[in-house]
């Protein structure tokens, strides 16, 4: 699993980002250690339930560094990928508010932020659930990463979703000041036609990105069907179904969630657990695929610069 892979981006300093040059050091290691599984092996893998050995490599988030370096990278290595896409910014032009906070991040010391969702009373707009855990969380002996590791809490778990765009969008004027327009963060549908002409995977990535254990079947159906009519009326359907959760971890999805990738589908969908996937999860559990996330293997540390 990769996030942004781009090199170094004045205008977004204290972005959390694996280095360009890592990642293709760290092609090379797969390459040499595991190798790669072809497309045409992972359908089957997943339709046919076959084994396969190899590397599988999947990019969320739908950012333009995706186009802009990593699909040109796999082009050049006649290799592919699966990119799984939150549509909401190609249907209304909006930038996600998980991407909104990474650029705050980005920008503003995090303790800044803690200082000024303290002075606002954020724990006030909390799910009621939440606050023991924050709690908790507060108590830490706080280095600036654990900072950051706040804010996200805060404005990604903790806080009820009816506010989370208000306060983030206050955040915004107060700190930000300048618009940010979608071409800096994402890519373009056309950037996607391209990419699934030369054989990349389009995966669902739900329309919002909301953690979808916080959410009633409904508004979960919603997440995810909206998202895959979207893909398919603008890219045309899949020869494979794949989706991945936001945030990722067992926390992220429930029970309802399996059983709607099932309804509605879907081959296989992402998890984030550290482990090779098996022919049993791929049998038994296809909606929760284990995946590692870039950084738990080598070269793949992130950087904050
Ligand atoms: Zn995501």
Not at 30 to 45: M, V, Y
Not at 161 to 177: C, M, N, P, W
Not at 252 to 278: G, M
Request: net charge neutral; proline share 2%; glycine share 4%.
């Amino acid at each position: 699993m990769y996030h942004y892979v781009r090199p170094k981006d004045n205008r977004f300093p204290g972005l959390f980002r694996h280095d360009i040059k890592d990642f293709i050091k760290q092609l090379d290691y797969f390459d040499k250690k595991f190798g790669f599984i072809s497309r045409e092996g992972f359908i089957n893998s997943i339709k046919n339930q076959e084994t396969r050995k190899g590397v599988i490599l999947t990019f969320d988030d739908g950012l333009i560094c995706h186009y802009k370096y990593v699909f040109q990278e796999l082009k050049k290595r006649k290799l592919w990928g699966i990119f799984f896409i939150p549509t909401l910014p190609f249907e209304e032009s909006k930038i996600l508010d998980v991407h909104r906070i990474h650029i705050l991040i980005s920008r503003i010391d995090s303790k800044t932020i803690c200082d000024y969702l303290n002075e606002i009373s954020i724990q006030k707009l909390f799910e009621e659930d939440k606050i023991e855990e924050f709690k908790e969380l507060t108590y830490w002996n706080q280095t600036n990463d654990m900072y950051t590791l706040l804010v996200k809490r805060i404005l990604n778990y903790f806080l009820k979703y009816k506010y989370r765009e208000g306060v983030i969008d206050d955040l915004f004027k107060t700190f930000i000041k300048e618009k940010i327009s979608l071409d800096q963060i994402y890519l373009s549908m056309e950037n996607l036609k391209e990419m699934k002409s030369e054989g990349m995977v389009i995966g669902s990535h739900t329309k919002t990105h909301k953690v979808l254990s916080k959410l009633n079947i409904a508004s979960q159906e919603k997440e995810i069907s909206k998202s895959f009519d979207f893909l398919n009326n603008g890219l045309g359907k899949m020869d494979i179904k794949t989706f991945c959760y936001p945030y990722g971890g067992f926390h992220s999805f429930n029970e309802h969630t399996e059983k709607i990738l099932d309804d509605y589908n879907v081959d296989c969908s992402f998890n984030v657990e550290k482990r090779d996937i098996t022919i049993t999860d791929i049998s038994n559990r296809p909606q929760a695929l284990p995946r590692y996330d870039c950084n738990q293997l080598k070269f793949g540390k992130t950087l904050n610069d």
